[in-house]
Every structure is written in C-alpha cells, then in structure tokens.
DNA sequence: TCTGGGGTCCTAGGACCC
DNA sequence: TCTGGGGTCCTAGGACCC
C-alpha cells in the first residue's frame, strides 16, 4: 500500500487578507481584525505582526501613537465576507484532489496519496498559485507522511520567505533539524498546559518529543498525545475526515455591547441567543432534547463576580424554538440573581440527534410528523427569502441595548448586494 | 469606556445495577 | 481496622483546536 501524503493548506492571515482582497490600499499596511464585540485581535496582517502586536491582545491596548504613525487599520470582523471567501478557497481546492478535509474557515488537509507520480512541492506551488489567482489570498502549504507533520512543514514553509510558502517535509535530509526547530508550544496538540509540563520535564522542541518513551508520553499526554508524538516519528495516526459529522452541541454566546443590569435585558438576550441555537440546529436537519443556560459577570472588572448555568431536558427531542424559549427562560428565572453587571450570556444545545431518528411516542407525534415543523420551516422559509431576523420572536426584544459593538465593520462586499464593490473608470 | 466565540475529545469518579 | 466485585452510564473538568 502506498504511504499516506498530506498537504496541509493555510490561508496567510486569514481575516485580514480577505480585508486586503477588496481594499487595494491596504495592501502594504498594518492590518488587524477584532473578534466580536470589538473585544480583542484575532488576526494580524504581517505588517501588524512585525510591529511587535500579537493576537489576544485587546483592542484598546494598542498605542494610539503607534496607530497614527504606521497607520495601522483595525477592523470589526465580517464574518460573512470570510465565510464567504472560505467557501471560495475551499472549491478552488476541490480542483487538487477528491479527497478533501476543510478543517477550518482558513485550513483544509488534502490527501494526495496516490499522486505520488508528481513532485509534491511542485504541485503544492501549482495549487498556492491557483488560489492567489482565483481569491486573492495567500496560502501556505505544507507537506508530510502525517497530518502532524504536514503541520509542521506549514509552519516551517510560512516561517521561511526562501522557500515560497511551499514546504515538503517528506524524506527531507534536514528533518530532525527542523523538528528540533519546532518548539513543543508550536506542535498541533500541545497547548499551553502540556507545553510547560514538557518543559519541566526537559523536553523543549518536537524532536525531543518525538523521542519520548511511549508509556510516559500517554499517561501524561492521555492517547491523543501518544497519537501526535507517533504523527510526529511519521506513522499516520490521525486520519483525514472528509464527512461532515452532526454536531454534538451548538452554542450561542455573546458578550454585551454594554453591561446588562436588568433580568428584562437578559431574558432578551438568552431568548436571542436560543433562537440563533435552535435554527442552527434545524439547519443540520437535527432535534435536541437538552439545553444549558450560562451567565457571567465581568471578570476582568473588580466588582462582585457572579457566574453560574444551569441544564433543562424537554420533554421529547425538539427544533421547535419555542419549545426552547420556554425551557431557557425557566432556567434564567432561577439563574438570575440581581444586583451585578452581567458581561455575558449564552445558550448551548446538546443530546442531538437526527430529526427522522427521533425516538416514538406514544402519545405526542415526533417533530418531524407535527405542525411544529411547518410552522419552523415557513419561518426559515421567510427569513431565507426576506433577509434573517425579518421574523423572530417578541422574546428576543426589540431594542437590544444588549447587542454586540461592531464599530468598524467593513462593507460585505461578496456577501449584500447592497456591498458589492463598484470600479470606477478614471 | 473597551479583554471573543464555537467546538472536540479524554479521563476520573460517582451512581446504579447485578 | 474493617467495608465485595465488576460492568456501564453519565457528568464535570481539563486539555486541545481554530
């Protein structure tokens, strides 16, 4: 049998490349993206990198002076304009190979087992230069016998201008010498606690790693760390997953643009949110039969601190929103406890299953068979055609002071035609 | 003034059953 | 000091990913 090759494809600052794609006169500038809420960096464009700014830090810690004299742009993030460039990126892949994993918005694993008649690195070149031509973006690509390793010859292709963003790991002479370059908080799997106990134990980068007596490394590491060390010695452990696998919870979270005193507030926002859960969920031809609600306090902030969730089971499994509405509000009635400055509230929708697996009752018809299904699927129906949030519940509210800050949105320009950039002739 | 959101998997320990 | 053993299911917590 032929050895497994992954390719691991990555677009280069994901959310501030797609900025760059439709404002030509950003294209030398410092860029970075906001998360939600216009709460902290999440992308940086290379520019903004080399100034000495890393991801997490918050919005309004970046120097004021530094803004105005590199003239750095800072964005809310669009996450519809990047959804939208994804799915671009992610057909132009589809070109390369049928067997295709898309791991995130910005990540995909291609397997190019099989392919072994060509020159890898040249095919990866072809591949990077056709997602430039086709999106606008930039992509780096790396390439291995694992999916761990083909990681590794990412970060190693990103990292190192002289090879083009293209890097082939496989059989390469400097192996170990990389891997010995790839610090342990670098390597797929290993975060921030594994990382410091590995350090205490002496072991600083993947090689080392990589050396490690099996048995240590799975009752520190559990299995899965066993599995990424073998990744990393080049034995396939990880598989590529080309299904879409259901969801096993959807959450919906967000913090408040401003802080939330009043219950009132809160049943709004939690209601929004178990809207936002429960169409999610019936978009993945789903039903559900648990939902959790959470709450906190700003923990940032030195004031009382209060944060607590609590779980309701419905009846029988449900995509019926107000069959949800009900249970969450019930739950915050006992959560809620006045007095504090909420920061944050959200929902999450658990033991899911697919809506024609649902199990019988005797005597209430299941979701699928019952009027509650019409009636959700005409809402859907409407909301597809009219524009989301036309029809929604009186729950949600109407003024929502509690919404999220966007202040610096950029247009959607693929995504509203309302948005759609216009050239103009001079 | 201002510090994200949405997921997965593994393990230990308790509940429960025979 | 003694307390049965073993299997299964569930949950909470901790780790990770982007």
């Known amino acids: 049998m032929a050895h497994d090759i992954f390719a691991l494809v990555d677009c280069n600052s994901f959310y501030a490349s797609c900025e760059k794609v439709f404002n030509p006169q950003l294209a030398d500038k410092p860029v970075g993206i906001l998360s939600n809420n216009d709460g902290i960096i999440v992308a940086l464009s290379p520019e903004l990198k080399r100034l000495g700014i890393t991801r997490g830090t918050p919005g309004f810690k970046i120097d004021k002076q530094l803004i105005r004299k590199h003239d750095i742009k800072i964005f809310s993030s669009n996450y519809a304009l990047y959804g939208d460039m994804s799915n671009r990126v992610m057909q132009t892949l589809t070109q390369f190979t049928p067997d295709i994993e898309i791991y995130s918005i910005d990540e995909a694993f291609l397997s190019l087992s099989g392919f072994e008649y060509l020159n890898f690195s040249d095919y990866g070149r072809k591949i990077r230069d056709t997602v430039w031509k086709w999106t606008g973006l930039p992509v780096s690509i790396g390439i291995g016998p694992t999916k761990t390793l083909a990681k590794v010859a990412n970060r190693f292709a990103k990292k190192h201008s002289f090879i083009e963003n293209v890097f082939d790991i496989t059989d390469h002479p400097n192996k170990d010498k990389i891997l010995r370059w790839i610090e342990v908080e670098h390597i797929w799997g290993v975060g921030r606690q594994y990382a410091k106990m590995l350090r205490r134990n002496g072991i600083e980068n993947a090689f080392q790693l990589s050396q490690a007596p099996d048995k240590w490394v799975q009752n520190k590491m559990t299995i899965m760390g066993l599995r990424m060390v073998k990744e990393l010695r080049g034995i396939s452990c990880i ?116 809506q024609s697996k649902a199990p019988l009752d005797l005597f209430e018809p299941t979701y699928l068979d019952d009027h509650r299904k019409t009636i959700m699927d005409c809402m859907d129906d409407i909301n597809e055609k009219m524009g989301s949030g036309k029809l929604t519940y009186a729950a949600t509210g109407i003024k929502q002071p509690w919404q999220m800050k966007r202040e610096k949105l950029t247009p959607g320009y693929t995504t509203s035609w309302s948005h759609i950039p216009v050239v103009k002739a001079c």
Do not use: W
Not at 315 to 322: F, N, Q, V
């Open 239 to 354: 598989d590529l997953e080309m299904d879409i696998e259901p969801k096993k919870e959807i959450v919906s979270s967000r913090s408040f643009g401003t802080p939330v005193t009043e219950f009132r507030d809160m049943q709004e926002a939690t209601a929004a949110h178990c809207t936002r859960a429960v169409k999610k969920l019936r978009t993945e031809k789903q039903v559900a039969s648990q939902i959790t609600v959470f709450l906190t306090t700003n923990r940032f902030k030195n004031e009382p601190q209060y944060a607590n969730y609590a779980t309701a089971r419905l009846p029988l499994p449900s995509a019926y929103t107000p069959d949800f509405l009900k249970a969450a509000s019930k739950i915050l009635k006992n959560l809620f406890r006045p007095g504090y400055k909420y920061k944050k509230t959200g929902v999450m929708i658990s033991d899911i299953m697919n």
